[in-house]
């Protein structure tokens, strides 16, 4: 028979012994209730029918018991349960940057529906959360709401908590399951990327040097050196370490993490290969080296003779560089460094990229001679777009880029197909029908 005592004013303590453990330690099971005070009608209820009322939870609570049927989680609340999914499950097995996105989304939940218990989670009531969060606007003054992609993002991660519940027996089904996230409407992705004769003049100006107009006389350099002008000037060409970091990026399709993470042993200047298999991510605010999940993702590739000259070159100056600061270096073996041979921060690049652009085309009075400013990870879509438009075998593309599977490649770069299925047409026309411009004329 469970037990029932009274803990506040409308606070009652419900207790169903369960036996004893292997130890002979009796075993309970505890829950609290706090019955309805006013009936349906807006009435005070009586004491004795209050009473009546948590003698019935009570029963129904033993029941359960007895059953097999009840879960921790009709006691346990969503904060509750969320600091035992962090502690006991995702910072054990989650890589730095998927717990950095489920920890941001547990609090967006507890925010919301912390104080419910988990069996009081139904599928209407996440139903429900997920539309309102399609109506949510964007926390970080931009206009617009959530996007589908962050919708979907943290419903996924929602779902993922509430089947680990249902793996510790706190829940018995995922309610989750039962919820429907509205698909957005398709839409066309715009790839930004330069052409061929665009990536050969970004190419050519790498080697020409940064040219502003400066309103003083002299200036200060990054070691603090008052220099005049045209020292400062030389001061601020294109190292060949950035030099180096753009050529990678467009003759091998590589991400910009991917790069970074470089270290002197990944070049193999014997057989002109790089190896791709680690990546920088940055996770609150600081640099995190990790390894990818997908075994693709590694990868062997080759590489021009003239990108491993240009190596060769840097590897020495950096060497020589790393001698004349002495001590005040405290970096280890990475091709891509910061003054003091610690890892290249990630905007670097990206801020270099952009300065090298805009410098090309303040000097550039032809408008047709000016380079589009395209994000830096449109270096990756002019590799994979110039290699599909050399009819380079989809699956080799697929493998430098480091893709999952074939599906992705024709998928993200349909407008490269589309255009060389033109020219498939174009060329089976004149190989079948040479005289194809008389039936033109006579129609």
Not at 16 to 26: L, P, Q, R, T
Not at 157 to 170: E, G, K
Not at 336 to 359: C, E, K
Request: hydrophobic share 35%.
């Amino acid at each position: 028979m469970a037990s029932i005592k009274k803990r506040g004013e409308n606070s009652y303590l419900i207790t169903v012994s369960c036996g004893y453990d292997s130890s002979g330690k009796k075993i309970f099971r505890t829950t609290t209730y706090r019955p309805e005070l006013v009936t349906a009608k807006g009435n005070l209820k009586t004491e004795s029918a209050i009473l009546k009322d948590v003698s019935a939870y009570a029963t129904d609570f033993e029941k359960q018991i007895l059953t097999g049927h009840y879960t921790e989680g009709q006691n346990l609340t969503f904060e509750k349960y969320s600091q035992k999914y962090l502690s006991e499950y995702a910072r054990i097995n989650q890589a730095p940057k998927t717990l950095q996105s489920t920890e941001s989304a547990i609090k967006q939940f507890n925010a919301a529906f912390g104080y419910m218990t988990l069996a009081s989670l139904s599928p209407l009531f996440l139903q429900q959360y997920v539309n309102s969060m399609l109506n949510t606007k964007k926390k970080t003054g931009k206009a617009g709401t959530l996007s589908q992609g962050t919708v979907k993002r943290r419903a996924a991660v929602l779902s993922a908590m509430l089947s680990q519940a249902v793996r510790w027996n706190i829940l018995e089904r995922n309610p989750m399951d039962n919820v429907q996230i509205k698909r957005a409407a398709p839409k066309e992705e715009k790839i930004q990327c330069f052409t061929q004769e665009q990536a050969e003049t970004f190419l050519s100006i790498l080697d020409k040097p940064l040219l502003y107009e400066y309103s003083t006389r002299s200036r200060r350099d990054s070691s603090g050196k008052i220099c005049n002008v045209q020292e400062y000037q030389a001061s601020r060409s294109i190292n060949l370490q950035l030099k180096l970091f753009f050529y990678l990026a467009i003759f091998t399709g590589c991400r910009r993490g991917e790069l970074i993470a470089l270290t002197w042993p990944d070049l193999d200047f014997e057989n002109n290969t790089v190896n791709i298999c680690k990546s920088v991510c940055r996770v609150k605010g600081e640099n995190i080296i990790k390894t990818p999940k997908n075994p693709k993702t590694c990868r062997v590739m080759a590489i021009p003779a003239v990108l491993i000259n240009v190596a060769k070159l840097w590897k020495r100056e950096q060497a020589a560089y790393r001698l004349s600061i002495g001590t005040q270096w405290i970096g280890d073996n990475h091709l891509f460094i910061q003054w003091n041979g610690a890892l290249m921060s990630l905007d670097t690049p990206y801020q270099a990229f952009h300065r090298i652009i805009n410098n090309h085309n303040a000097q550039q009075e032809d408008e047709n001679k000016k380079l589009p400013l395209i994000p830096l990870h449109g270096l990756r879509h002019t590799a994979a777009t110039l290699l599909i438009g050399q009819h380079v075998n989809i699956r080799t593309v697929s493998d430098r880029l480091g893709h999952a599977n074939v599906s992705t490649t024709l998928n993200f770069y349909s407008h490269a197909i589309k255009e060389l299925d033109r020219s498939a047409s174009d060329e089976l026309e004149k190989l079948l029908l040479p005289k194809s411009e008389q039936f033109r004329k006579q129609s």
